[in-house]
């Protein structure tokens, strides 16, 4: 039997009873369309269209629904273009695209970077606030802001209001780019209209203001986020522990931990992983020990970037054996080290001034299955530069080139700081 049938009886969408041939049968209704296509997965994809053309030789016309479901499908497997045309056939056949069928298609282009091919799109029909609200993501994520309050003053004129989606888009992708005073200005008129932020809105507020160490700012925020109901998760915590330890304040970090276990949100891995990180780049080893033995104690296991930033503290003590200890406790509990994990042994050695181990550790990632990267090349090279052994940088960065791993800025002002430092 032909696979598609067998997905159709799989379904028990046929109507099957005194039926001898199931391809004479008829489809039940539109549902299991939804079910087969949408669970098809991309191997199979090709399935898609003889399904379809089956619908049709049956005598089954494809409604808006069935179309709809066909359009997800398309543009979960990157075929825009496909969906592109689907839509075409739609009003062809005098089957009108709903808000559904535009929605699916604008922000499929948007996220596939053809932001401009789904603003054409938009101006065809009457846009919706999730068509607005895709366009607005699209033109944040190529950070043309320009074009982004341009669609939000659109929207004001036609009399549709932004919904708390719409402004956090925005305001999430301000503080992406540091600008936390312009998202302020961007809640000011959320407010103004009526629209009540939630924990995404906050949240995003939150982290915007500590990463451009603004954290009084952060702190009001967060004051302010409790004043208006909006109760903290735990990816809220996370990120004021994150903000908190990235401007260097480690004792108020662990006090956030604190008061988010006591109010019963209870810690995660991540949250582990930013103090631990924390402590390690602070140099306190004890405290990162501290709080790994406290993750410990929580039942909460560590994963690899856990176990990375334990590396990391310890190697930046310089006790190397102890960390290569926790890498062999990582392969015993099947969490095998990654690339990031050998960068922070390779920087440990190097600013220790044991180069050759770190030539070493770098030759035993392939064991692991992990490819060095433009940080690992990096650190080597500086290594090498500060012991003068210009002859092994130099074959280092042959190496480099054979990998195709782009030069960045680092690369190129480590490469000409060591020439410099070695006289040449």
């Known amino acids: 039997m032909d696979i598609k049938w067998k997905i159709y009886f799989a379904t028990g969408n046929l109507h099957t009873k005194g039926c001898r041939n199931p391809q004479h049968c008829v489809v039940r209704d539109h549902s299991f369309f939804r079910k087969t296509v949408m669970s098809t997965p991309e191997s199979r994809f090709q399935m898609i269209n003889p399904i379809y053309s089956n619908m049709k030789k049956d005598g089954v016309e494809p409604n808006v629904f069935t179309y709809n479901v066909l359009l997800k499908a398309l543009c979960k497997n990157g075929r825009i273009d496909a969906a ?31 932001v401009k091919e789904a603003r054409k799109l938009a101006s065809t029909f009457a846009p919706i606030v999730p068509i607005y609200n895709a366009l607005i993501s699209g033109y944040c994520q190529d950070e043309d802001f320009g074009e982004v309050f341009a669609l939000l003053n659109e929207m004001l004129r036609r009399g ?9 888009i925005v305001i999430n992708s301000l503080c992406d780019v540091g600008n936390a005073n312009l998202s302020m200005a961007v809640l000011g008129k959320m407010f103004a209209r009526g629209c009540n932020p939630n924990i995404y809105t906050f949240t995003s507020l939150i ?3 500590f990463s451009v160490g603004q954290v009084c700012g952060g702190h009001d925020m967060w004051n302010r986020m409790i004043r208006e ?6 990816v809220t915590y996370n990120t004021l522990i994150r ?10 970090a662990v006090s956030v931990l604190e008061k988010m276990e006591r109010s019963g949100c209870i810690p995660n891995i991540t949250t ?32 690899v970037v856990a176990y990375t930033c334990m590396v990391d503290a310890l190697c930046r003590v310089g006790m190397f054996d ?60 500086d290594g090498l530069f500060r012991s003068k052994s210009l002859k092994e940088a130099l074959s280092l960065l ?10 960045n800025l680092v690369t190129y002002n480590t490469v000409l700081y060591g020439f410099f430092q070695i006289g040449l």
Not at 97 to 111: A, E, N, W
């Open 84 to 114: 592109c045309k689907l839509l075409e056939e739609m009003s062809n056949k005098g089957c009108w695209p709903d808000d559904v069928s535009y929605t699916t298609i604008v922000s499929s282009l948007c996220k596939d970077g053809k």
């Open 160 to 168: 549709i209001d932004p919904n708390v989606i719409t402004y956090t």
């Open 207 to 209: 982290k915007g203001f």
């Open 229 to 234: 109901g909006v109760m903290p998760n735990t």
């Open 243 to 252: 903000g908190l330890c990235t401007n260097s304040s480690m004792l108020e």
């Open 272 to 303: 582990y992983s930013i103090l631990i990180d924390g402590f390690a780049k602070s140099g306190d080893l004890a405290g990162a020990s501290e709080i790994w033995n406290r993750m410990i104690r929580s039942c909460c296991f560590p994963n």
């Open 322 to 381: 102890q960390a290569h200890n926790l890498i062999d406790n990582m392969a015993r509990e099947n969490t095998a080290p990654n690339t990031l994990t050998f960068n922070a042994i390779i920087r440990g050695l190097c600013c220790h001034g044991r180069v050759n181990c770190a030539m070493a550790a770098y030759a035993s990632m392939a064991k692991y299955g992990c490819l060095p990267n433009a940080t690992t090349y990096n650190e080597l090279l």
């Open 398 to 407: 042959r190496e480099m080139d054979k990998m195709e791993i782009e030069w």
